[in-house]
């Protein structure tokens, strides 16, 4: 498949993921998740300053070369995505608060990535380039994203038995698209990814195994909920690495291949390292009761 061919499915990719999600909740998921903003604070807090830090931090002690030090902290502002939402499904993670986080993210985002790249470039780069998301961009993502889920939980409350029997096929289905998807679009770009993960994948590699940490420990620590938590980590430390890419790559936008290597290079990692965390914190999850978990509201 061709990395153009993947851009054009990703649309559909995303949309099916997001109808199983939806296939999944009901409105009171996310009343919960209001009354309960406990997890949300320290989530966005995690995602919207304490990475960004730990990326810029990591990136100096690298050295890493101007355009993957400004690839970093491009990947490091990018929200979490729907990605984050699919392994919270597969992992008992509480996946309304998912798709609250990253609707939340996804409006900050438009102010805080222009914000935290257009930074690092001058720093980095010395350059007096911009970044902009053009609003009809935004409106697109906004719609892929909600009205599958929305056609979904319109299905589970009209039909909830044909809803709970569609949830494992829609799983399974949407793991096979969004692995055929990214892996064409990778494929584009595989001789520069050969010649840059020697020097940019450690760092890489650190940075993901650090998020989910902090999105996993953080909340726990405020005595968050053990399935909120997963959540916070999945969010936290799974970025919307396919935004990155295709930032880095538009000629609308940074135009440059180099840059969007750190986010190709993280999109392939994080497969591996959110699914072996999500076995860790299942098996933590169903091998005692959880003893500090306690309604999130009273923060």
Avoid: W
Wanted: charge should be positive; proline fraction near 5%; aromatic fraction near 6%.
């Amino acid at each position: 498949m061709s990395s153009g061919l993947s851009i054009v499915l990703f649309p559909v990719a995303l949309g099916i993921v997001m109808l199983g999600l939806g296939l999944a909740l009901t409105v009171d998921d996310f009343r919960r998740v209001v009354a309960y903003p406990r997890a949300v604070v320290v989530s966005l807090v995690c995602q919207m300053l304490i990475l960004p830090a730990i990326c810029l931090g990591l990136v100096l002690v690298a050295d890493l070369r101007p355009e993957l030090a400004v690839g970093m902290m491009l990947l490091a502002a990018s929200p979490g995505g729907s990605t984050a939402s699919l392994y919270s499904h597969l992992f008992k993670g509480n996946v309304a608060l998912n798709v609250t986080l990253t609707a939340i993210n996804s409006v900050l985002a438009l102010f805080t990535l222009p914000l935290i790249v257009n930074l690092s470039v001058a720093a980095f780069m010395g350059s007096d380039r911009s970044l902009g998301l053009q609003f009809d961009k935004v409106i697109q993502v906004f719609a892929l994203v909600l009205i599958p889920i929305a056609v979904g939980m319109a299905v589970r409350r009209r039909r909830p038995g044909f809803a709970l029997r569609m949830q494992r096929p829609v799983k399974i289905l949407s793991i096979v698209v969004l692995v055929v998807v990214i892996t064409g679009a990778l494929l584009g770009i595989k001789d520069e990814l050969a010649a840059t993960i020697g020097a940019v994948g450690l760092v890489v590699l650190l940075f993901n195994l650090i998020s989910l940490a902090i999105g996993y420990a953080a909340p726990r620590l405020l005595r968050v909920g053990h399935r909120e938590s997963v959540a916070s980590s999945f969010e936290v430390g799974v970025h919307n690495a396919t935004l990155a890419i295709t930032i880095g790559l538009s000629p609308a936008l940074l135009n440059n291949s180099d840059i969007a290597m750190p986010s190709a290079i993280y999109g392939t990692l994080m497969f591996f390292t959110a699914a072996a965390f999500g076995f860790v914190a299942a098996r933590r999850g169903s091998a005692a009761a959880d003893p500090t978990r306690q309604p999130t509201a009273a923060a």
